[in-house]
């Protein structure tokens, strides 16, 4: 089983290392979720798209590539290969704003595009392995405001604006709040307790 990790943050994976001022808790999780996955047999692709220098900016030269189902450069054409292959995708990144950042929503324009993961007429998904996704999320909101005070943008932009449309319907999100007011032993515990 083939697992692709989409990872988002300016600290690349390699901030599980808790050095300060290059930490994250999402680093963490990616590291105790590829650990998981191994563990279950399942093979680990890891796009970081910070580590890759991915451009998450649609220019018009790119959006015209797009429009007519051409892939946007050799690295937006390596990661739809990969995303075809995958029998499970796991996004990973921080909410700031109550959105996702800026790399994971160009991951999607420019990487999830028409006639290359899905049909342009019927929005049908090319992913022929249904995928069941899973999206890990960090952030400082507090859980109970996220979901009921603001009605968790980021999943309906990514489950109902996103997958539903393309037919695509295993879908989990795992989400830590506030994690930043937690002691290291809940930390640790939040890790070793991660069900994915």
């Not at 991915?54 to 739809?80: E, H």
């Not at 921080?94 to 996702?100: L, T």
């Not at 037919?167 to 307790?193: G, S, Y």
Request: overall charge positive; charged content about 25%; glycine content about 4%.
């Amino acid at each position: 089983m083939l697992t692709v990790i989409i990872f988002d943050h300016p600290y690349t994976a390699s901030a599980c290392d808790n050095v300060p001022h290059h930490r994250s808790f999402l680093a963490a999780l990616l590291k105790a979720t590829k650990e998981k996955c191994q563990a279950n047999g399942e093979t680990v692709d890891l796009i970081d798209l910070h580590a890759d220098h991915f451009d998450p900016v649609m220019t018009a030269s790119d959006l015209s590539k797009w429009r007519r189902g051409q892939p946007i450069n050799d690295q937006c054409a390596d990661y739809q290969r990969r995303l075809l292959a995958a029998d499970r995708i796991i996004f990973m990144f921080p909410i700031w704003w109550e959105a996702m950042p800026a790399m994971t929503k160009g991951f999607l324009d420019k990487v999830y595009a028409k006639d290359r993961l899905y049909t342009g007429a019927s929005m049908q998904t090319k992913l022929v392995k249904h995928p069941k996704i899973d999206v890990i999320t960090t952030m400082s909101t507090p859980n109970w405001a996220y979901r009921w005070l603001f009605g968790a943008p980021v999943i309906k932009m990514l489950f109902r604006g996103t997958f539903i449309k393309t037919r695509l319907f295993k879908f989990k999100w795992h989400n830590f709040a506030q994690v930043e007011k937690r002691t290291p032993a809940q930390r640790e515990h939040l890790l070793q307790n991660l069900k994915i």
